[in-house]
T-cell receptor
Framework: AQSVTQPDIHITVSEGASLELRCNYS??????LFWYVQSPGQGLQLLLK??????LVQGIKGFEAEFKRSQSSFNLRKPSVHWSDAAEYFC??????????????FGTGTRLQVTL | DGGITQSPKYLFRKEGQNVTLSCEQN?????MYWYRQDPGQGLRLIYY???????QKGDIAEGYSVSREKKESFPLTVTSAQKNPTAFYLC???????????FGDGTRLSIL
């Protein structure tokens, strides 16, 4: 069964500083990989996705993520954080065999706090 | 605008009562999902449906029921058998054309 680990429960960064959120997965092959962001009391918004191809993926709001097969990781990065990036971030994996019309497995999330 | 509508935004349940959470999508997506979110536990899958009139249990289906009579609608009933229903419930949908899951804004359920 696939699983996702987000080792950092809570991260605090200063506005303008760089950010990296970690995500490790367990899956027998290359899974579908996703990062979502959630503001308090809201649903999840897709930041970016990886299906195949170029391992560096660009997303919305200036985020990017890099798929590293050797490390089973899909870390999310942003070069300069804005106060509005404060939210909870979720990594998720899906099964390419089942396709996108199938269930995802989510990590437990990382809460990002941004100090001014 | 295409999207997913969840209603109500807030819902209160009395002991022994069943309540139904609504989820409607106009994205023409084949698949729909219900997740439960508790603090520190991420999202856990309750039920999902990949086609009308068919659905599968997720990881925490006990105490919940669903129906999928129309492609656009996937209501979730929280039954009295669910002893700890207080949570944030999220509905999502996706399709087979490589469209990732798209989420509604959620329903917060509390016990009176």
């Amino acid at each position: 069964a696939q699983s996702v680990t987000q080792p950092d429960i809570h991260i605090t960064v200063s506005e303008g500083a760089s950010l990296e959120l970690r995500c490790n997965y367990s899956y027998g092959a290359t899974p579908y990989l996703f990062w979502y962001v959630q503001s308090p009391g809201q649903g999840l918004q897709l930041l970016l996705k990886y299906f195949s191809g170029d391992t560096l993926v660009q997303g919305i709001k200036g985020f990017e993520a890099e798929f590293k097969r050797s490390q089973s990781s899909f870390n999310l990065r942003k070069p300069s954080v804005h106060w509005s990036d404060a939210a909870e971030y979720f990594c998720a994996v899906g099964d390419p065999v089942a396709g996108t019309a199938s269930k995802l497995t989510f990590g437990t999330g990382t809460r990002l706090q941004v100090t001014l | 605008d295409g999207g997913i509508t969840q209603s109500p935004k807030y819902l209160f349940r009395k002991e022994g009562q069943n309540v139904t959470l609504s989820c409607e999508q106009n994205l023409n997506h084949d698949a729909m999902y219900w997740y439960r979110q508790d603090p520190g536990q991420g999202l856990r899958l309750i039920y999902y449906s990949q086609i009308v009139n068919d659905f599968q249990k997720g990881d925490i289906a006990e105490g919940y029921s669903v129906s999928r009579e129309k492609k656009e609608s996937f209501p979730l009933t929280v039954t009295s058998a669910q002893k700890n229903p207080t949570a944030f419930y999220l509905c999502a949908s996706s399709d087979r054309q490589n469209q990732p899951q798209h989420f509604g804004d959620g329903t917060r359920l509390s016990i009176l």
